[in-house]
Nanobody, 119 residues
Framework: QVQLVESGGDLVQPGGSLRLSCAAS????????MGWYRQAPGKQRELVAT???????KYEDFVKGRFTISRDNAKNTVYLQMNSLKPEDTAVYYC?????????????WGQGTQVTVSS
């Protein structure tokens, strides 16, 4: 059974930092591309950042220079370091694991962790 369990969400003041973690089980973690998405109230879920199995990273423009995605394959965990947080970063943050072969696609999601940025 595949599980992705996020943690680290919290209430933080503007300008503050948080580190989110996503622990994976039930998959060969090292060969999956991992991503963080977020969904604010009344909005669609949006991509935040991704990291490939080869550790190449991509970021959406609204987090570039503030967020860092990383992975620890020995711990089956992906992280999202969030600095200089803004109120508009308030959302539920979701972890995603994805792998595509020639004939199959694998796509798994966690339950999400709430990040609230407010004074």
């Amino acid at each position: 059974q595949v599980q992705l369990v996020e943690s680290g969400g919290d209430l933080v003041q503007p300008g503050g930092s948080l580190r989110l973690s996503c622990a994976a089980s039930g998959i060969n973690f090292s060969i999956y591309a991992m991503g963080w998405y977020r969904q604010a109230p009344g909005k669609q879920r949006e991509l935040v950042a991704t990291i490939t199995s080869g550790r190449s990273t991509k970021y959406e423009d609204f987090v570039k220079g503030r967020f860092t995605i990383s992975r620890d394959n020995a711990k089956n965990t992906v992280y999202l370091q969030m600095n200089s947080l803004k109120p508009e970063d308030t959302a539920v943050y979701y972890c995603n694991a994805r792998r595509t072969t020639a004939t199959l696609a694998y796509d798994y999601w966690g339950q999400g962790t709430q990040v609230t940025v407010s004074s």
